[in-house]
């Protein structure tokens, strides 16, 4: 009888905080900070209704994201200016078109320590911070789980931020830093929207040629952390041969799914939540959705605790298999600007590579095509190097050289730890395409770099 009166409590309460997507804007004042879940974890039921807070006549509000799927039209409306300014901590297509518009500035930021320093400063501004997020439904306990999004949502809620959350049947149930119950949210929208679905995309032999080089890095028993891409699927491919690996990762991905079920991951040597697969967030088909689903095994953490180096290491032959845009001849990297474009963003990468070297018998590896093209003004298409003498104007260095470990292309492996400039221009020049070497290395004498 007792447990019955707790569930009608928990049902009740539930009830009373159930309301619309503009009611629950209404709840929003002056100065607020908005912090909308990542990726595929972002409530879409909210944020498509962002626009109302221009009738509800609060000013000042900001709202952060990190990497939107979708481009709201709140995010392109320049009425928002006064209403709500835009943080993003992960840049997309819809962000980037946003940005030559003023609409959204950039943070520059590592994932471990980019929530305390924001927090700090909204303490210092006198701000509130609210937290938006999705959530699959509550259970007999009271509890919701922040589902396929754990990077910061927890430690908000753990920080007192006001809690609106879309509460949504589609969206598998996790576990770890993923539990919320329903006295902790302010307001409860619900919605049946499909969730986000990708599919693996074919990869090249390019990629297939690259995932080879790494995997021939990658011994059993290491501790693995990949990536969305193609480069990272023909990794996942070439280590289904391997054994005893662990999983310890920012995203898991659905050839995370493929090497634990192949027997290649096992997470029985890990040294750190051995039997687990841990990771901060999730997206891709509905069979990663449904392997996750009250899967107890894979352990949803802030990326305060993944993505910390000091963590990281404490891992076993950890290996971080991590993209560039651009690295220059003394292994700057080049990850999240196309000069003076904000393309994507830090997310975990400085981390994850300081972190793998701090591991015994840890691996940090940058892989990436050796070119990419673009078209000149009769369309014809041009080569370019990705291995360059200098960075171009205006990039941000993601990983210093200090840093840089291995860099894989599909013309082979240049290891830089311990290596001085002149050998490590020598190694980088030997992994560039063909077409380039003669002219890196003229340029290098040049330009003196050794």
Known sequence: MERKIFMRSFEEIYREKKMTAEQALELIQDNDYM???????????????LQYLKKTGVKNTVLNTCLPLKYYESFKDPEMKGVMAHNGWFFNAGLRDAQTKKLVSDVPQ???????????????????????????????????????????????????????VEVNPNFPRTFGDTQVHISEVAAVVESDRPIFKSKLAPYTEVDAAIGR??????????????????????????????????????????????????????????????????????????????????????????????????????????????????VDLTGQCASETVGHTQWSGT?????????????????????MHSTYTTKDESGKEVLHSKIVPFLREGSVVTTSR??????????GIAWLRGLNVSRRVEALINIAHPDFREELRRQAEINRIW
Do not use: W
């Open 35 to 49: 912090f909308s879940a990542q990726a595929a974890g972002e409530p879409e039921a909210i944020l498509e209704k």
């Open 110 to 164: 590592s994932s471990t320590s980019i929530l305390r320093k924001t927090l700090d400063r909204i303490a210092y501004e006198n701000r509130r911070p609210v937290v938006l997020a999705t959530v699959s439904p509550m259970d007999q306990h009271g509890y919701m789980s922040l589902s396929i999004s754990a990077i910061y949502e927890r430690d908000l809620i753990n920080k007192g931020a006001l809690a609106i």
């Open 213 to 326: 080089y790494v995997a021939s890095l990658i011994e059993d028993g290491s501790t693995i952390q990949l990536g969305i891409g193609n480069i990272p699927n023909a990794v996942a491919t070439e280590l289904k041969s391997k054994r005893h690996l662990g999983i310890h990762t920012e995203m898991f991905t659905e050839t995370m799914v493929d090497l634990i079920e192949c027997g290649a991951v096992d997470n029985s040597q890990k040294g750190l939540l051995n039997g687990y697969s841990v990771c901060s967030f999730t997206m891709g088909s509905q069979r990663l959705y449904d392997y996750i689903d009250n899967n107890p095994s894979v352990l949803f953490k802030s990326c305060t605790f993944t993505n910390d180096p000091y963590t990281i290491g404490k891992n076993n032959k950890f290996i971080s298999v991590n993209a560039t845009l651009e």
């Open 347 to 367: 997310g975990g990468q400085s981390e994850t590579v300081q972190g793998a070297q701090m591991s015994p018998g840890g691996k940090s590896i940058i892989a």
């Open 402 to 411: 200090n840093d840089t470990d291995y860099v894989v292309t599909e013309y």
